[in-house]
């Protein structure tokens, strides 16, 4: 099932959650809301799942103008961080509660929900359990029976609020890995909100990228690493470093010196060039290169971290080295970045 989602404003006691977001989200794709605590991921599930309706702006599925209709009408499965099962039924119980508590005309046959719910608990890789309870199961397995819960009822959009978000990092990675397994198999349009890069970088088929309201980005993990569109993102997307620099006639250079880097096209004036610690390289000469004073070198695992200060202004640089290198790092370093990213400034 397509989604289109068009020009959505949603407030709150006149305060603006969305601002005007638009997105399109294709038929069996497994889309990723990414952003900050309050960047209003949850607000726009809600307003997928007909929890909430927009203040302005309007949500189609496929051809249907869904902003009006009910959750029931627009069928979709949730699953929800803290999607407590219900204790006192066992877990086939639980999985076939949305279809037992469909009107007599559509509800399928006692014998028919037992024999679906035993089928999802193979899809879900919990085969015979059906007569457990919940409080006999581990959380990651709780989860994977919430999702079959929601698939039961046959969903055409499957709607997921950072439903790893409770369990400890091992499990929440087997079953990132599981989700994406299981959503390759059964095709659901899937959307998952997170605030774990990683989750929805590694999961999805696309990411949308949401701060204060709005969308930055959507794309690919190669888009969204490689290619970030705005400043929100590169800063957002792993480690990043900072530094103002002017524009003009193509050359790009910081505080009077000439950095030995291209401005891919990015217009005359002021602009910020953005760096990521592992695309800088040490060098021994500083021409064409950002010089700076070494305030702290530290291991980091595999890795060893130099942070240096540039210019008048002191900007902290991060530079990422192997292991190996860097060490007794000290004094007046030169760097030089292999990749940048220039945004205009303002
Ligand atoms: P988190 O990761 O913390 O869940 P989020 O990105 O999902 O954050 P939302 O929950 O969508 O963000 O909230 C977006 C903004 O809207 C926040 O400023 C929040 O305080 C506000 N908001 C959300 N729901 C309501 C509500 N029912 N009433 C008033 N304000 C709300």
């Known amino acids: 099932m397509e989604i289109s989602v068009r020009s959505i404003r949603k407030e709150f006691d006149r305060y603006p ?68 099962l219900f204790k006192h039924m066992t877990i086939a119980e639980n999985i076939g509660f949305g279809l037992s508590v469909r009107p007599k005309a559509t509800r399928p046959a006692a014998a028919e929900i037992r024999r679906r719910a035993s089928e999802l608990l193979e899809l879900i890789q919990l085969p015979g359990l059906d007569k457990r309870f919940p409080r006999q199961l581990s959380g990651g397995q709780r989860q994977r029976v919430a999702l079959a819960r929601a698939l039961a009822i046959e969903p055409r959009v499957l709607l997921l609020d950072e439903p790893f978000g409770a369990l400890d990092a091992k499990v929440r990675k087997d079953l990132r890995r599981w989700l994406r397994e299981l959503h390759d198999k059964t095709k659901h349009t899937t959307v998952f909100v997170t605030h774990d890069q990683e989750e929805a970088l590694e999961l999805a088929d696309r990411v949308v990228v949401m701060s204060q309201g709005k969308i ?8 969204i690493y490689d290619r970030p569109a705005t400043p929100f993102v590169f800063s957002f997307i792993g480690e990043s470093s900072e530094i103002p620099v002017i524009v003009s006639g193509g050359r790009v250079s910081f505080e009077n010196t000439l950095l030995g880097i291209d401005a891919e096209g990015t217009a005359d004036g002021p602009a910020r060039l953005f760096l990521r610690p592992h695309d800088l390289e040490v060098v021994a000469n500083g021409g064409g290169a950002i010089s700076g004073e070494v305030m702290v070198v530290r291991r980091a695992g595999p890795v060893r971290l130099i942070e240096i200060e540039v210019g008048a202004a002191r900007h902290r640089i991060e530079i990422e080295l192997p292991a190996d290198d860097g060490e007794h790092l000290s004094g007046t370093v030169h760097v030089r970045p292999r990749r940048w990213r220039l945004f205009p400034a303002g």
């Open 216 to 223: 930055e980005q959507v794309g690919t993990a190669d888009d």
């Open 17 to 84: 959650a969305l601002h005007d977001v638009s997105l399109d989200i294709r038929s069996g794709e497994l889309i990723a809301l990414l952003g900050p605590s309050g960047s209003g991921k949850t607000t726009l599930l809600r307003l997928i799942a007909g929890l909430e309706f927009p203040t302005s702006g309007q949500i189609f599925f496929g051809m249907d103008d869904a902003s009006a209709k009910s959750v029931q009408e627009r069928n979709v499965g949730f699953v929800f961080q803290h999607y407590a």
